[in-house]
């Protein structure tokens, strides 16, 4: 067998890195102090980038967006809602 048919072999039997893992998600803010588009720190799920976006939002930061893994998005009036719902939603 080859270099390349080795390599091949070889590739197959490594199991896909991300099989299993949670992918992030990141609320995307303006910091309204510095005045700069900022990422929150990774949120392992919807649910939670959205109660930090709410978090944020209570605090003066101007919440963008919440982005999720391989180029999900919160929808803009799903955000807004979650954002305008007065009482706190425990996770």
Known sequence: MGAVGKAH???????DATIGVRMPWFVVYRNKTMNKEMRSPPC???R??????RALDRD???VLRVEGPDGA??????LDAWLDDAPDMAD
């Open 9 to 15: 072999d070889r590739a197959r039997r490594v199991p």
């Open 44 to 46: 392992p799920t919807e």
């Open 48 to 53: 939670s980038a959205l109660t930090h976006a």
């Open 60 to 62: 003066g930061a101007e």
């Open 73 to 78: 998005a919160v929808p803009a009036r799903m």
